[in-house]
């Protein structure tokens, strides 16, 4: 099995000119990452690991495991998983992008674009919600996506195509969750607030402001919207028992129709995308030029965020471990039936990102991050 899984990673990934003298090294990395992954489907009940490493020369996609538990059909390095809030990073570098090109400013107010319309002002701390502490979850926002009014109908209406400002009118007259710029409250509303942003300024389309900016530029095939029930290449996605959403065990019905819209995530993930192109992106964003040098380190000055993990920060759309291997930057997605993990380490100038079609955390034998953690341990030097 190892050598075809090996002349699949070599033909899908061809090495830069500058790194053929490596060529063996990285058929090796191939060889143990497959392994590695092999293992972690084998040490529990995760179906599929989607998996990709990625460093300034080239990259490798891997996958191990099935397209679905019940499943014969192995999964494929470039089938697709919903992303997550892994998705999040796309919305923040447009943002970004905009405040490089003086179109944006940190300091705006979000009311400067939106505070015409009559809902504004009932969101919480509405008089002062910055793009810099949407961007940081330090607005106060409540998290829409889990109010009880707005599970019920998700699952009550699975054909309805959501507005952004039918999402926000769940946290409407809701107490803020801390105050302004006072801490840390992760909360997909606020990027649902910054994509209204995105395109009330460009007069585009998130999702095509994304497509023009990022994924073509960068050629990421494997990255697409999240954008209706039915999703090609998308593949199944396990929940749970305990779904907080309160989806079934099995995300996508026998016809491949995901049982709600995922249309709904929107700007707070709304990615689907393959663990190749997610490490490879991981790489452009944060150690290449998607922007400027005091930008990005901008957005990597991140501020406690406890909510995540003891000593976990989180910057502008980013999120900082301190790990065995130094400091990785990145960020994790939850999606139901789907998780993933990216990270890049600025010292080694290597991503990592892996991504399975389960969202249930007893299902996985150890964290994502630390699967991370170990695929870079595999691609340093001994």
């Not at 809030?85 to 992008?97: D, E, H, I, P, R």
């Not at 990102?353 to 955390?361: D, G, I, P, R, W």
């Amino acid at each position: 099995m190892l050598p075809s899984v090996l002349a699949a990673c070599l033909a899908l990934f061809a090495l830069a000119p500058a790194a053929q003298e490596r060529a063996a090294p990285r058929a090796e990395l191939g060889v143990r990452a497959q392994e590695r992954l092999a293992a972690f489907v084998a040490a529990a009940r995760v179906p599929g690991v989607s998996a990709g490493i990625a460093d300034e020369h080239d990259s490798l996609a891997l996958a191990a495991g099935k397209r679905a538990r019940a499943a014969e059909t192995p999964l494929a390095p470039d089938d697709l998983l919903c992303a997550g809030s892994t998705g999040k990073t796309f919305v923040a570098a447009v943002v970004l992008q905009l405040v490089q090109e003086k179109k944006l400013a940190l300091d705006e107010l979000a009311g400067e674009y939106l505070g015409a319309n009559e809902w504004f002002e009932h969101l919480p701390n509405a008089s002062e919600l910055t793009l810099e502490n949407l961007l940081a979850h330090r607005s106060g926002l409540p998290r829409y996506e889990f109010q009880p009014a707005f599970t019920r109908d998700l699952v009550a209406e699975p054909e309805r195509v959501w507005k952004p400002e039918e999402l926000l009118a769940y946290v409407q007259g809701l107490a803020p969750m801390v105050a302004a710029d006072q801490g840390f409250a992760y909360a997909d509303t606020n990027y649902i607030v910054l994509g209204m942003i995105v395109e009330r300024v460009t007069g585009a389309k998130l999702y095509a402001e994304v497509e023009r900016r990022l994924l073509r530029p960068l050629a990421l095939a494997h990255v697409r919207p999240q954008d209706g029930r039915v999703i090609p290449g998308l593949v199944q996605g396990h929940a749970g028992p305990h779904d907080p959403l309160g989806l079934p065990e099995l995300v996508l019905d026998e016809h491949g129709r995901f049982c709600v819209n995922p249309q709904f995530e929107w700007a707070g993930g709304g990615f689907v995308s393959s663990g190749g192109d997610l490490a490879r992106w991981a790489r452009a964003l944060y150690g290449g030029d998607v922007l400027g040098s005091e930008l990005r380190a901008r957005m990597l000055d991140g501020k406690p965020a406890p909510e995540l993990g003891s000593g976990v920060a989180y910057g502008l759309g980013a999120i900082v471990w301190k790990t065995p291997h130094g400091t990785a930057v990145g960020h994790d997605g939850f999606f139901p039936g789907y998780m993933s993990a990216m990270r890049y380490w600025p010292e080694h100038r290597i991503a990592v990102a892996v991504q399975v079609n389960t969202s249930e955390f007893a299902a996985l034998p150890y964290p994502l991050g630390r699967l991370c953690d170990e695929l870079l341990g595999l691609a340093l030097p001994e």
